[in-house]
Structure formats: structure tokens, C-alpha cells
């Protein structure tokens, strides 16, 4: 299991492909999870802070998130009023994990 973080200046490239993939993989491609809906959302309502987080199992993407600096040594989902839902996909817990809260680093 292996966290990258990333800036969110713009969804494309393996960014898009591992967030497309993830959806499709664990949330059956639900469309409020969708690149089309989350790249705007990112691209009116973001800020240069965001920062992409991206887990991979076997060089394959398991779960993604949308996080933000609440203060120092704080980050949290970016949830702006205008989605209906979070822009994170978490894919089923592994063996050596307990679900989400193997996203806390």
C-alpha cells in the first residue's frame, strides 16, 4: 500500500485515468464521482492548496481523495457547499488495513 499526494492544479493525464479507475472499480463508476463532475467542481471552487492523495495496491489505484489543510499537521476532505457528495473513492479494506483509517498518515 503506497500513498502519493499530488497538487491539484488540473485533472488530467494518470491523474484522471487512476481517479476514473478507482471510481469505476469500487463505486460503480458513480457519476457525482465522475472526472466530468469533479473537474469542474475542483476548477471553479478549489484553491491551490488541494492536494490529490492517491493509494495504490499492486501498482493499481485502490482509493483517492480530494484533501485540504485545515492547520498544520490537520488535513481533511475538500467538501465544497456546491457537491452533494465528497470527492473521495476508498476501495475495500485489505489485510493489512482497517478501511478508511488507512488513509491517516
Known amino acids: 500500500m ?7 492544479t488540473a ?7 487512476a481517479w476514473q479507475e478507482a471510481n469505476r472499480r469500487w463505486q460503480g463508476a458513480h ?10 467542481l475542483v476548477e471553479h471552487f478549489g484553491h491551490p492548496g488541494l492536494r490529490l492523495a492517491i493509494e495504490t495496491v499492486g501498482g493499481e489505484p485502490r482509493s483517492a481523495a480530494i484533501c485540504e ?6 488535513w481533511q476532505l475538500f467538501l465544497p457547499s ?3 457528495i465528497a ?3 476508498f ?5 493489512d488495513d482497517e478501511g478508511a483509517s488507512r488513509f491517516r498518515t
Do not use: C, Y
Request: proline residues 20%.
Open 2 to 8: 503506497t500513498w502519493t499526494f499530488q497538487p491539484v
Open 87 to 89: 470527492p473521495a473513492v
Open 69 to 74: 489543510r485545515a492547520r498544520p499537521g490537520v
Open 31 to 40: 457519476p457525482l464521482l465522475d472526472i466530468k463532475f469533479v473537474g469542474p
Open 11 to 17: 485533472f488530467d493525464g494518470p491523474t484522471t485515468d
Open 91 to 95: 476501495g475495500p479494506p485489505g489485510a
Open 82 to 84: 456546491q457537491a452533494q
